[in-house]
């Protein structure tokens, strides 16, 4: 660490103001900050001084990400040998995934913090640290087929169209990835849906293997298919919800294993990242409609068991890592947990009665951003009643 700091120390005279690099001031303080907490501090006013920074706090979102961005290369991999019918080892599954994902990766944050840098440049201001965790979440949200050029795209729409436009990180209304994750599924629908683009290979004439399919859990049932059609699966590779929660489905890379999302989100409870009362109630809120639906069962999609719906698609990956977004989640404790009920509520109710839209995750998510602020302003307004009454009385 020496090292670089030496290296810091004898470039900063040339980016500061007068040097000759000072176009290139933000760059340069987004690299020193990524390495070594700044060793500014507020001089005025109360202040609670801790040792975490906003950015240090944006790599623990980072790190919580990490078993479901190895696991999701892993998966990459096995569906691709599977689909093509090769025997492969774990390393030779995982090192297929990762070449596949890796570019995906880079292209996110190349793209990204290319135009933050650009934005706080022409600012003057410093780099926001905001999207250290939407450039790793937009890779895990969408299909390992999506070309990059489409996932260079949609970084552009999101940061731009859905954070600098309203000032930047921590002024956003709506989560930015899931702002590039809806921006492709309208834009390009053939590539956010169908049963081709969850598995590398599929689209490549490979020689697919028969009775193959790449078709996602959510999809099969949408498409109409029973329980026990579920429950079968394609050949040798049955989804059940076991399956399921431990993740070897097709899928968007970073959303299908449950178990190393909850792993992440055990990481982001035992920091303080990330809210349980947000976390919890979405949980809930899903397992209560799902209950709902089950006691009318008119349908097969309605008559999967409630528990299902926890464990499919993006639904833990939303709960754990967009939901729990403090900057578009709601701020009070009681708001909290109605946006998290809200949330899970209505995802399911979009996955079983519009079939247009099989994952519902997505929209539920944005869809209660844009109500988080009038949820607190209830909120809020009923706790000033209580004081003025208690105080009355």
């Not at 933000?26 to 907490?37: G, I, K, P, Q, R």
């Not at 607190?376 to 009385?393: E, H, M, S, W």
């Amino acid at each position: 660490m020496k090292a670089i700091r030496k290296i810091l120390d004898n470039i900063k005279p040339h980016v500061q103001k007068g040097g000759k690099l000072h176009k290139f001031h933000s760059f340069y303080d987004a690299v020193e900050t990524l390495f070594f907490v700044p060793d500014h501090v507020t001089t005025k006013g109360a202040h609670i001084r801790d040792a975490i920074d906003l950015k240090r706090n944006m790599f623990m979102v980072v790190i919580a990400l990490i078993p479901a961005l190895l696991f999701g290369m892993w998966n990459v991999g096995y569906q691709h040998y599977m689909a093509t019918g090769q025997e492969g080892t774990l390393i030779e599954y995982f090192l297929h995934g990762l070449l596949k994902v890796l570019p995906i990766i880079i292209v996110s944050y190349v793209v990204g913090l290319g135009i933050e840098i650009v934005f706080a440049q022409m600012r003057g201001h410093e780099v926001n640290e905001g999207y250290f965790v939407t450039g790793m979440l937009i890779p895990l949200i969408v299909p390992v087929d999506t070309p990059l050029w489409m996932v260079a795209v949609a970084v552009v729409f999101a940061v731009i169209i859905g954070k600098e436009v309203f000032g930047g990180t921590g002024m956003n209304i709506f989560n930015p990835a899931l702002v590039a994750r809806a921006f492709l599924f309208f834009a390009y629908p053939s590539q956010m849906s169908g049963d081709k683009i969850w598995v590398n290979g599929l689209t490549e004439g490979q020689g697919i293997v028969d009775g193959f399919s790449g078709a996602t859990p959510m999809a099969q049932l949408t498409a109409g298919a029973s329980q026990n059609d579920l429950i079968l699966g394609f050949k040798n590779h049955a989804m059940s919800a076991y399956d399921m929660f431990m993740g070897w489905i097709p899928g968007s890379i970073g959303e299908t294993s449950t178990l190393a999302i909850i792993l992440g989100g055990a990481f982001l409870l035992y920091t303080g990242v990330a809210s349980w009362r947000v976390m919890l109630s979405v949980f809930a809120g899903g397992m209560i409609m799902g209950l709902i639906f089950n006691a009318f069962a008119v349908n097969a999609y309605m008559e999967i068991p409630a528990y299902y719906h926890l464990v499919m698609g993006g639904f833990a990956f939303g709960a754990v890592f967009m939901a729990t977004d403090p900057v578009t989640a709601s701020q009070t404790n009681t708001g909290k947990i109605i946006y998290g009920l809200l949330i899970g509520i209505v995802a399911v109710l979009i996955r079983v009665l519009n079939p247009a839209y099989p994952e519902g995750m997505m929209l539920a998510i944005l869809f209660m951003n844009t109500f988080a602020p009038l949820i607190d302003y209830y909120v809020v307004g009923a706790n000033i009643k209580k004081r003025l009454k208690r105080a009355k009385a």
